[in-house]
């Protein structure tokens, strides 16, 4: 009851937020959430520090404490160290805007910026909203078939990109745990452990992380990591679908409603934006694969992201085309 009257609280807090104040980032990306303050001109001068708050609202969790700093002294909330900060002067510049780089999905929220001087005290708010998912890519073939351009072809190819390092990690931040070995845009290899088990310790052991090879040789072959922004149109599973189809027949049907099979890239923006079908669908590159976004143990074993259904046991292979399954469409 308390953690809904919180959630309630935090709606309203959000609703009170005038547009102007929302930002938008990608995955990965740097951000500025703006604050200014005034000062009386004769406060200027008082030796009065000023002290400023950044405080993120939590829906359930209650308030976390981003960053806190007076006089040259910063401490960090727990979640937030060594990558956000503020102006280090902020009394003359008026300025107590929050800096955060590397962003991830769930730093998107309400942010509260509290200005204390003396007996002034000014407060406002920006809301933050990050986009942007980071998928695992293995090709029909086999494991580890991609070289280097291959691997950017293979993402483009599923209207994605080949993922940054920085988008990695904002994905890693946000629970990818993925024990594949995968390109990166810098020509680095790659993989995120978020538990590390036998088999993915990499060059970390036993904590948890990005794993890297380091830069590579643009001949060698891995996976690939992909990385795919806002979806721009509509991704669906066909409501006259009943009985499950071949590939062929999926891109028909697609067809019939205006669309075209969806790709990889797409399902995932769609996975994102909130799609959850608990049925398999053809995708045009061939794979087979469902978005799970609300959790239930006979869809994904209660875990939450999109399945892909592998021909072998080994998790490589697409399925043969034409074994039968459903569709996911999609209409720009
Ligand atoms: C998706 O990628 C395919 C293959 O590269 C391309 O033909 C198609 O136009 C792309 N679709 C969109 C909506 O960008
Ligand atoms: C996966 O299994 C298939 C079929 O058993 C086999 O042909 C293939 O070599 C295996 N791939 C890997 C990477 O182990």
Redesign the pocket.
């Given at each position: 009851c308390l953690s809904h009257l919180k959630w309630l609280l935090w709606m309203w807090r959000s609703t009170m937020i005038p547009r102007s104040l929302h930002v938008d980032s990608s995955l990965g990306g740097t951000v500025v959430l703006r604050c200014s303050f005034s000062m009386m001109p004769v406060s200027q001068s008082s030796s009065e520090e000023v002290r400023i708050q950044w405080i993120k609202l939590h829906s359930l969790l209650g308030d976390q404490v981003v960053l806190v700093a007076q006089g040259g002294r910063v401490k960090f909330g727990a979640t937030f160290v060594d990558r956000v900060s503020v102006p280090t002067n902020p009394q003359s510049v008026q300025d107590a805007s929050l800096t955060i780089t590397g962003v991830s999905r769930s730093d998107s929220g309400v942010y509260i910026c509290k200005v204390t001087h003396g007996l002034e005290e000014t407060q406002s708010a920006v809301s933050l909203t990050v986009s942007g998912v980071v998928f695992h890519y293995r090709a029909s073939s086999s494991r580890y078939s991609l070289d280097f351009t291959e691997a950017q072809e293979a993402c483009?190819?599923?209207?994605a990109s080949i993922a940054t390092p920085a988008q990695l990690t904002a994905a890693y931040q946000d629970g990818l745990d993925q024990c594949d070995a995968g390109w990166l845009a810098d020509q680095s290899v790659r993989y995120p452990i978020t538990r590390s088990r036998p088999g993915c310790e990499g060059n970390l052991l036993q904590r948890p992380g990005v794993r890297t090879y380091g830069r590579r040789d643009p001949t060698e072959r891995y996976d690939v990591y992909c990385f795919v922004d806002k979806l721009?149109?509509e991704v669906f599973y066909p409501s006259s679908l009943t009985d499950k189809i071949t590939w062929q027949e999926a891109k028909e049907e697609c067809e019939r409603h205006d669309a075209v099979l969806a790709?990889p890239g797409q399902l995932h923006a769609a996975w994102m934006a909130g799609l959850n079908r608990c049925d398999y669908g053809w995708l045009s590159d061939g794979s087979v694969r469902y978005p799970v976004t609300v959790p239930k143990v006979q869809c994904g074993g209660g875990m939450l992201g999109v399945r892909t259904l592998y021909k072998y046991n080994n998790q490589t292979g697409f399925p043969d085309p034409t074994e039968k399954h459903g569709a996911f469409c999609?209409k720009?």
């Open positions: 483009r190819s599923v209207n721009q149109g790709s999609f720009g």
